[in-house]
């Protein structure tokens, strides 16, 4: 399969097309190290200036989207040691996080002194979701360019669930442990508003309610929400605009004991499901979803091209394949 010879994007990804030189139109449209610099200083100014406008006016500063894995690990260090904010962590257990996860959420919340959530949605409901998604298109095509339709449901339902706490609690801030392969520089940093997300809920909502009926209002926000105009709060990925460096990160979150879970893939360091995931997208697509965010980390020069290679082309575990299709009951 011809592959760019800059980063790692595959002749079969939508809307690719290759130069003389085997070089994809997504690197020909890259402006270069300096000029991601200089949009990086500026996103983090811009997070500074926020700080000092919009936290220390109640309980809580940041509400953390918390899985567990490395990032979102890394991002809650930093917002509590780096930039001294009041967060409380929310998980999402969509059934299918790992024990050794599990334990890394646990210990994390107790050394940074963090207040935590954890939201579990009945797992029947999650099931058809996720049953249907390895055999539906439930989203628009443009979606499946960056995840699975499996992790589109469940990251749908994790911003969903993460926006109305943070509208209940008055929390100014909603935090995100995307890579900077996951969040766009430009959109790292946004503010919410009432007309914007009742249209982006819609587009996830309808097609999960078709699924599984009105059991799943309780993790979307109904007509009241919606009235809290100015409490909608911004949108943070601080690790878009912050210096990254996996081995650093992982060093850095091992001393406050996180351990590297042993039972997911190379993508994962929190999720059983996304062996499973990534499986059906490969095979129904041709090509793997993760490729788009690792392509662009290799763009951008925070992961080398073999590495990434090496991440893309590992094989699932097929004992947990075949044991997220039991408990599925695919």
Excluded at 69 to 89: E, H, P, Q
Excluded at 175 to 187: L, V
Excluded at 193 to 204: H, L, V, Y
């Amino acid at each position: 399969m011809l592959l760019c010879s800059r980063c790692i994007l595959p002749e079969t990804f939508p809307g690719i097309k290759f130069d003389r030189k085997g070089v994809c139109n997504f690197c020909g449209s890259f402006k270069g190290q300096s000029d991601l610099e200089q949009q990086k200083r500026e996103y983090k100014q811009k997070f500074g200036d926020l700080l000092t406008v919009l936290t220390g006016k109640g309980r809580y500063d940041a509400l953390m989207a918390y899985s567990g894995g490395k990032d979102s690990t890394y991002t809650l260090y930093i917002l509590k040691a780096k930039y001294k904010l009041n967060v409380l962590a929310v998980t999402f257990d969509n059934g299918f996080i790992s024990s050794r996860a599990f334990t890394n959420i646990q210990q994390i919340v107790e050394r940074l002194d963090i207040d935590h959530i954890i939201y579990k949605p009945r797992f029947d409901i999650l099931k058809k979701i996720f049953v249907a998604g390895s055999k539906e298109v439930l989203f628009s095509r443009k979606t499946l360019d960056r995840a699975s339709t499996i992790c589109t449901s469940c990251i749908g339902l994790v911003k969903s669930i993460a926006l109305r706490t943070a509208l209940e609690k008055q929390i100014p801030f909603i935090a995100f442990g995307w890579s900077p392969g996951q969040a766009p520089i430009n959109s790292c940093i946004f503010k919410n508003n009432a007309f914007m997300i009742k249209a982006m809920q819609e587009a996830i909502k309808r097609p999960l309610q078709k699924i599984a009926g009105d059991d799943i209002a309780p993790y979307f926000l109904e007509e009241e929400h919606f009235k809290m105009t100015d409490r909608f709060p911004t949108n943070i990925s601080p690790l878009a605009f912050l210096k990254y460096d996996e081995s650093k990160i992982i060093k850095k979150i091992q001393e406050l004991g996180w351990v590297p879970p042993h039972d997911t893939d190379a993508n994962s360091t929190n999720c059983l499901l996304n062996s499973f995931a990534n499986k059906v997208h490969k095979e129904k697509y041709h090509y793997h979803p993760y490729v788009f965010e690792i392509a662009k980390m290799v763009r951008e020069g925070v992961l080398d091209r073999e590495e990434a290679l090496e991440k893309i082309n590992r094989p699932e575990d097929e004992q947990l394949v075949k044991s997220v299709k039991k408990r599925l009951g695919c």
